[in-house]
Each structure stands twice: as structure tokens, then as C-alpha cells.
Nanobody, 116 residues
Framework: VQLQASGGGLVQPGGSLRLSCAAS????????MGWYRQAPGKQRELVAS???????DYADSVKGRFTISRDNAKNTVYLQMDSLTAEDTAVYYC???????????WGQGTLVTVSS
């Protein structure tokens, strides 16, 4: 299953963006799907994740501002990002983890730039 991330762009501080991660096949193969980000000069970090059962988890820095969700019919996972700040500027990646293979599939990144 290939993952295709989209929805990045330039947004002003305080603005919103919604990222999409479309899978070429069923997302039910993944036990966990997540969004990561990597800012210039920093390590990639987990932003949000959702288990097969719908349990979500968020980095402290985005709690209350970001929401991960999915549309099973569209095999797509979303990341709604609100109240964006310059510190949210990064390349955002989606991934999916399959427990029985131990494999993690990654999508290509989508750049989010928060700037006035």
C-alpha cells in the first residue's frame, strides 16, 4: 500500500490547514497510522497517531490544535491543523504501521510553512 500526503502550503499564523494521506489500498491493513513532521535542523517527531480501533494520541505541542481523523471509505487519514504558529513549520509525513509484518510504510512529505 502506497501513501500519498497532500494539503501542505503557506498559511499565516493563526490559520488552518488540513493535510490528507491517501492510501492506494485499504487502510485497515495498518494497526496504527500517524503523522510526523520534520522541521529544518530538527529530528522527525510524531505529531499525531490513530490506532485501528480509533484511539488517538498527540504530541503535547499540538494538543487542542490538531485533530487526526480518517475516512475508511476513502482510505484516507487527515490531519486538521488549527491555530498554526511558526513553530509548526515543517515537512509533514504520514505513515502506517502493520504489526504482523513489523513494517512501516511512509508517504512522501508535504511542506507546511506558517509565516506572515
Amino acid at each position: 500500500v502506497q501513501l500519498q500526503a497532500s494539503g501542505g502550503g503557506l498559511v499565516q499564523p493563526g490559520g488552518s490547514l488540513r493535510l490528507s494521506c491517501a492510501a492506494s489500498g485499504s487502510i485497515f491493513k495498518f494497526n496504527v497510522m500517524g503523522w510526523y513532521r520534520q522541521a529544518p535542523g530538527k529530528q522527525r517527531e510524531l505529531v499525531a497517531s490513530m490506532t485501528f480501533g480509533g484511539i488517538t494520541d498527540y504530541a503535547d505541542s499540538v494538543k487542542g490544535r490538531f485533530t487526526i481523523s480518517r475516512d475508511n471509505a476513502k482510505n484516507t487519514v487527515y490531519l486538521q491543523m488549527d491555530s498554526l504558529t511558526a513553530e509548526d513549520t515543517a515537512v509533514y509525513y504520514c505513515n502506517g504501521f502493520t504489526a504482523y509484518t513489523g513494517k512501516t510504510d511512509w508517504g512522501q512529505g508535504t511542506l507546511v510553512t506558517v509565516s506572515s
